[in-house]
């Protein structure tokens, strides 16, 4: 593996072999950010929820006639906080739209992370729904990939559950 990665190339890899994991799982799985109705700002998939458009999650499943919503992200590590917490984020957009999509559907937003490999320790897949988000982060900023400041959504990596997901290749990414 090279030190330095795409890492749009390896989240769409997880987003992609989550969507297929919960396919052998016998859901009902639309890649909604595959979908041509998306935001020309971020390439983030749309939806309307109580009359206004959201930035959805990457994936909605149905399974027993119970719908959820998978916003699927991957780090090479968790970021460090000044007491030395580890810790999460998203846009402060996204977790808006995504707390609304949860509250306005009363379906559940699950995000499921996938933290990639580093010496000598596997990559792992944490998951955690949009409430608990919501309940134990803080509003801040941090810096996206590009190197500009973003408002974000800060919560504690501690929340997060570690679940069984499938492995990620990260050759040739």
């Not at 559940?108 to 729904?129: C, F, H, K, N, S």
Request: glycine share 8%; aromatic share 12%; net charge negative.
């Amino acid at each position: 593996m090279s030190d330095f990665i795409n890492e749009d190339a390896v989240w769409r890899r997880c987003e992609f072999a989550w969507s297929a994991s919960l396919v052998s799982q016998q859901y009902t799985v639309t890649k909604l950010a595959d979908i041509g109705q998306n935001d020309p700002r971020t390439r983030a998939p749309l939806m309307v929820v109580n009359g206004i458009s959201r930035r959805a999650p990457d994936i909605q499943t149905v399974k027993h006639g119970r719908t959820e919503f998978w916003e699927v992200k991957f780090r090479t590590r968790a970021d460090v906080d000044l007491n030395g917490a580890r810790e999460y984020w998203v846009s402060y957009d996204s977790f808006r739209d995504y707390l609304a999509i949860a509250e306005g559907t009363g379906c559940p937003v699950y995000v499921v992370l996938y933290e990639g490999p580093r010496a000598g320790v596997q990559g792992m897949w944490y998951l955690t729904d949009i409430h608990k988000i919501r309940d134990s982060g803080r509003e801040g900023a941090k810096f996206a990939s590009g190197g500009e400041e973003v408002a974000a959504w800060i919560w504690p990596k501690s929340i997060m559950e570690v679940i069984d997901g499938p492995e990620i290749d990260y050759a040739n990414a």
